[in-house]
């Protein structure tokens, strides 16, 4: 296996921080693509991969450090229920970081900027909720085994790890168990991988499962291959209170890409215009000074928004 290192070091060192990409299923929509499927932003991978890669560049030139893959909803059961065979479902998920890799180095090549180092791409792992699509991924109430869970993740995972990305995302997990069983299956089978790990809250106190965000992270904080814990998907209003109640229990950096923090209009399906509340620019000084080194965004911020977090840090480093 090809052993990854800690691969976020250069940038916390040099830095002091390290920005995230944005939403990508969001920005495909303000593209104009209709996620409205099971699949997601995997449909799009699956049928328009040429707008993933305009979408991974846009957050490169944004000033993202880190591009995640469009893999979050690629799992194999979701993909055979679309009719792929293993062996092409095994081909998509390659596909997610090969995609990745090759406008990151593409970009890399372009640009030719001295100052910045070499971004880094994330695979992303999803949750079972995900698959699922039914928004258990925000509750954690799976009626699944944990056996089946392992079942689950499995195969995803050895076929991204193969695939040579940076580090995993693993991101969006709502409850401890499906935590556990992911750290167990990484620590048994892929010992040498490393990885960061985020968890979608409820309030600034719990974990989407009603468990306590301590609990997550002294979890992750446990297990040698995790090299960052903290949250995404997440309203920006509850990121201070979940920062402060993890103060002084962990050793690694914590991580922050929260969601634009927009109210839902479940009667007529829309964000509400007008209801993101502060910018997460403004944000993110305080954020930084209580540990989150990896800032970024996830569901609706775009990369302006991305540009303006490191603007923002470039300015606390000043």
Not at 176 to 202: G, N
Request: with cysteine; net charge negative; glycine share 8%.
């Amino acid at each position: 296996m090809h052993k990854l290192v800690n691969c976020l070091a250069p940038f916390l060192q040099e830095q002091g921080y390290l920005v995230l990409d944005g939403g990508l299923a969001s920005e495909l929509e303000y593209l104009g693509m209709d996620l409205n499927d099971p699949l997601w932003s995997a449909k799009v991978l699956l049928e328009q991969p040429e707008a993933i890669a305009q979408v991974h560049l846009a957050y490169l030139e944004a000033g993202a450090d880190l591009i995640t893959t469009a893999s979050y909803q690629a799992s194999y059961p979701g993909l055979a229920n679309r009719g792929l065979d293993d062996l092409a479902i095994g081909q998509l998920l390659q596909k997610s970081v090969d995609l990745a890799k090759a406008v990151r180095d593409q970009y890399v090549q372009v640009a030719q900027d001295e100052k910045r180092l070499k971004p880094l791409v994330a695979a992303s792992v999803g949750p079972y909720g995900a698959f699922l699509a039914d928004g258990s991924e925000y509750t954690g109430r799976y009626e699944i085994s944990r056996q089946g869970l392992r079942d689950f993740h499995r195969p995803r995972l050895a076929q991204l790890i193969a695939a040579e990305p940076d580090l995993l995302a693993i991101e969006t997990i709502p409850c401890l168990q499906e935590a556990k069983e992911l750290l167990e299956l990484l620590k048994d089978e892929y010992p040498d991988q490393k990885a960061i790990l985020s968890y979608s809250c409820r309030d600034g106190q719990r974990i989407s499962s009603g468990e306590p965000f301590p609990e997550a992270v002294a979890l992750a904080n446990s297990s040698s291959q995790i090299m960052a814990v903290g949250i995404n998907c997440t309203a920006p209003e509850w990121i201070m209170s979940l920062l402060e109640e993890v103060q002084g229990m962990v050793e690694i950096p914590l991580l922050v890409y929260p969601n634009r923090g927009e109210a839902w209009d479940a009667g007529r399906k829309c964000w509400i215009p007008g209801s993101a509340g502060e910018s997460l620019a403004n944000q993110v000084g305080a954020w930084h000074s209580l540990g989150a080194k990896l800032l970024g965004g996830c569901c609706r911020v775009r990369p302006a928004d991305i540009g303006a977090i490191r603007t923002a840090l470039d300015l606390i480093r000043a």
